[in-house]
């Protein structure tokens, strides 16, 4: 039975936030934890979420990105709903095969949107963005996250030229 959203984000608050001293990626300290991997390994979850990225996806999208770790599962999901065919983003250069930073196939010009579990300040998506764009001449059409800590991520990404959307923010999940 499909979830409303107010259902989605306390089954995603109970599975996730963790209480304590932490260390995020950006450096920062947070007196919480949103643990990505309870929501992103349920499938229950994951085809809600799925449901709700697809449905904010713009118009002419070519490829959902996901940037490694946390993206990868989400974009999949993503891609299984729509039959849009994924990228997937590394967060450095392999040193061996093709020596790519991303896998999959994507021609220039192809509009892209990368899809993100947490958003802190935006620091990963936005390397994916300009690697995409930069490296590979894809167009970013945006980049969606799943859940917008509210601290700075939106500013950072907007600063950076690319356009923002989130499903949801630490405050749906109950989080002040």
Excluded at 45 to 60: I, Y
Excluded at 65 to 88: D, Y
């Amino acid at each position: 039975m499909p979830m409303t959203d107010d259902q989605l984000a306390a089954a995603m608050a109970d599975a996730s936030v963790l209480r304590g001293t932490f260390t995020l990626r950006s450096g920062k300290t947070s007196s919480y934890y949103l643990d990505k991997y309870r929501f992103v390994t349920r499938p229950d979850l994951l085809a809600e979420l799925a449901k709700r990225f697809a449905d904010r996806l713009p118009d002419g999208v070519d490829r959902i990105a996901g940037p490694e770790l946390g993206g990868v599962p989400i974009a999949t999901a993503v891609s299984l709903h729509t039959c849009i065919p994924t990228i997937l983003v590394r967060n450095a250069k392999k040193d061996y095969g093709t020596a790519k930073q991303f896998e999959g196939v994507l021609e220039p010009g192809q509009r892209v949107v990368i899809t993100e579990d947490i958003a802190t300040t935006g620091g990963q998506s936005i390397e994916a963005a300009k690697l995409l764009r930069d490296e590979c001449g894809a167009d970013v059409a945006g980049i969606i996250v799943c859940i917008d800590r509210l601290e700075g991520a939106r500013a950072n990404v907007e600063d950076a030229g690319f356009a923002f959307d989130s499903l949801f923010t630490r405050q749906d999940l109950g989080i002040d």
